[in-house]
T-cell receptor, first 114, second 114 residues
């Protein structure tokens, strides 16, 4: 049973527009959420994270929103650039309960079209 | 900048061979992890370690074994490779302590068993 779900396997966005990637989770014990970006033949690189005590975290062009009641988070990229084309993974962990391994979603492939 | 290395990057090997995938990090991180990822799928945790002489199995059952004799080194061994072991193997590490949850990934090893 998937605890972290990314229901859109792919997304295409025009350069300069907003990209919105979504993630849902089922485990109410998750208290920390991360987004990773992965290029082909490379390992994932950390993008941005958010603690469950917040509902928004911003870092440059990247903003993550967390809706705990809906068990939903989203990553906004504004403006989108061709170099943002990659697979984006949502991950979660229940750090507060002492369980630190991350649980990953299946990823969403973002294509930014020039 | 994360410094975590994996060798080999690509490996094609015949069924029944013993293989060891190497992972080293120079950041002094206590925690290290091995994930397995198939195309279009989530990263599955197969092994993790919270320090020297500490190893645990992850969520995904794996026929591989690991060892952690030195902080910086976390090799993964398959005693007898099978075609079902064909996958990408990703190594990661993270710091211990409160507020340090990001995992840093190596470039991965793409394993093909013929």
């Amino acid at each position: 049973d998937q605890q972290v779900k990314q229901n859109s396997p792919s997304l295409s966005v025009q350069e300069g527009r907003i990209s919105i990637l979504n993630c849902d989770y089922t485990n109410s014990m998750f208290d920390y959420f991360l987004w990773y970006k992965k290029y082909p033949a490379e390992g994932p690189t950390f993008l941005i994270s958010i603690s469950s005590i917040k509902d928004k975290n911003e870092d440059g062009r990247f903003t993550v929103f967390l809706n705990k009641s809906a068990k939903h988070l989203s990553l906004h990229i504004v403006p989108s650039q061709p170099g943002d084309s990659a697979v984006y993974f949502c991950a979660a962990s229940a750090f507060g309960s002492g369980n630190t391994p991350l649980v990953f979603g299946k990823g969403t492939r973002l294509s930014v079209i020039a | 900048e994360a410094d975590i290395y994996q060798t080999p990057r690509y490996l094609v090997i015949g069924t029944g061979k013993k293989i060891t995938l190497e992972c080293s990090q120079t950041m002094g991180h206590d925690k290290m992890y091995w994930y397995q990822q198939d195309p279009g799928m989530e990263l599955h945790l197969i092994h993790y370690s919270y320090g020297v002489n500490s190893t645990e199995k992850g969520d995904l059952s794996s026929e591989s074994t690991v060892s952690r004799i030195r902080t910086e080194h976390f090799p993964l061994t398959l005693e007898s490779a099978r075609p079902s072991h064909t996958s990408q193997y990703l190594c990661a590490s993270s710091e211990s302590g409160i507020g340090t949850y990001e995992q840093y990934f190596g470039p991965g090893t793409r394993l093909t068993v013929t």
